[in-house]
Nanobody, 125 residues
Framework: QVQLVESGGGLVQAGGSLRLSCAASGRTFSNDGLGWFRQAPGKEREFVAAINWSGVKYYADSVKGRFTLSRDNAKKTVTLEMSSLKPEDTALYYC???????????????????WGQGTQVTVSS
């Protein structure tokens, strides 16, 4: 099992930037698929970005070109760099992990085994 802890959320003005980090503890991290999702009040959890064990990345169309995902297996962290933020990016952002190089749809929340508690991102207009 792996424990995931997100950090880096906060309040930022539209057009600003934030860096979200997800730190993992527990089992080996390098074989995991890792994803970021977000959920705004009254809305369903939404895919943001994901990176598989070999470094292939996926982005939601809504964040492509603005968000960049990276992972550091030695530090057991996955980082989401967010720029050109918009008010519609406001949400609780979650990190998720899927163990053991399992293939599947990384855009689907049901693919993942473990989730963090989330970090709030608020973008003011």
């Amino acid at each position: 099992q792996v424990q995931l802890v997100e950090s880096g959320g906060g309040l930022v003005q539209a057009g600003g930037s934030l860096r979200l980090s997800c730190a993992a503890s527990g089992r080996t991290f390098s074989n995991d698929g890792l994803g970021w999702f977000r959920q705004a009040p009254g809305k369903e959890r939404e895919f943001v970005a994901a990176i598989n064990w070999s470094g292939v990345k996926y982005y939601a169309d809504s964040v492509k070109g603005r968000f960049t995902l990276s992972r550091d297996n030695a530090k057991k962290t996955v980082t989401l760099e967010m720029s050109s933020l918009k008010p519609e990016d406001t949400a609780l952002y979650y990190c998720a992990a899927k163990r053991d190089r399992v293939s599947g749809s990384m855009r689907n929340p049901s693919y993942y085994d473990e989730w963090g508690q989330g970090t709030q991102v608020t973008v003011s207009s």
